[in-house]
């Protein structure tokens, strides 16, 4: 029973470029969360998806940023026109239902801008 | 600004010692929950506790909960030199979903 998968785990990008990271959920679950990460801090909360809908994206940059959860295959989190200060690590984390709890996550998308 | 703040942001233990890390939150929640982050990789989950609890216990870990002043804490005994990590408490509110809202972690390292 695989757990949450996160694809690329590295990504390094120039100014200006795309960026585009991976998060298939546990098997059966169908909530996805991103989260992003800076050095030595905590994690913030950026999207929240179910299948085919964003539930609540209020810690989602207005500009650049967007994220979607297909009917079929994994979420998306796309960062357009990467600057340097989206440097971090973004966590994807799935629970099974709304309220179930528990959050699983995934080992995180590095991503480094140059 | 953050729900849950850790307190202390690090310590350094040694090995056998018990550790006590501490957070605070804000408003009201439906549970806290602690999660453990090891260098470069993901977090997993360690325990919940739910509003109408004050304590739970899981292997070395102890948690406690105090709704009226709004904080929690974990308790680690006889830690291990494994247990060096950072610890995040994140609360889950009344809101729909599994959102939950991370403090800044504390940093632990015991020393063998």
């Known amino acids: 029973n695989a757990g949450v998968m996160q694809n690329p785990r590295h990504l390094v990008r120039r100014r200006g470029q795309e960026a585009r990271l991976r998060c298939s959920p546990m098997?059966?679950?169908?909530?996805v969360y991103w989260y992003r990460q800076l050095p030595e801090e905590g994690l913030k909360f950026m999207v929240y998806l179910q299948k085919e809908n964003i539930i609540d994206e209020s810690g989602m940059p207005k500009e650049r940023f967007s994220a979607e959860f297909p009917k079929e295959g994994p979420s998306i989190l796309r960062i357009q026109q990467v600057v340097r200060g989206d440097s971090a690590a973004y966590f994807c984390?799935?629970?099974?239902?709304?309220?179930?709890?528990?959050?699983?996550f995934g080992e995180g998308s590095r991503l480094t801008v140059l | 600004s953050q729900q849950g703040e850790e307190d202390p942001q690090a310590l350094s233990i040694q090995e056998g010692e018990n550790a006590t890390m501490n957070c605070s939150y804000k408003t009201s929640i439906n549970n806290l929950q602690w999660y453990r982050q090891n260098s470069g990789r993901g977090l997993v989950h360690l325990i919940l506790i739910r509003s109408n609890e004050r304590e739970k216990h899981s292997g070395r870990l102890r948690v406690t909960l105090d709704t009226s002043k709004k904080s929690s804490s974990l308790l680690i005994t006889a830690s291990r030199a494994a247990d060096t990590a950072s610890y995040f408490c994140?609360?889950?509110?009344?809101?729909?979903?599994?959102?939950?809202?991370f403090g800044g972690g504390t940093r632990l390292m015991v020393k063998p």
């Open positions: 984390a799935s629970s099974l239902g709304p309220s179930t709890g528990e959050l699983f």
């Open positions: 098997k059966g679950h169908s909530h």
């Open positions: 994140a609360t889950g509110g009344n809101n729909a979903g599994n959102m939950l809202t």
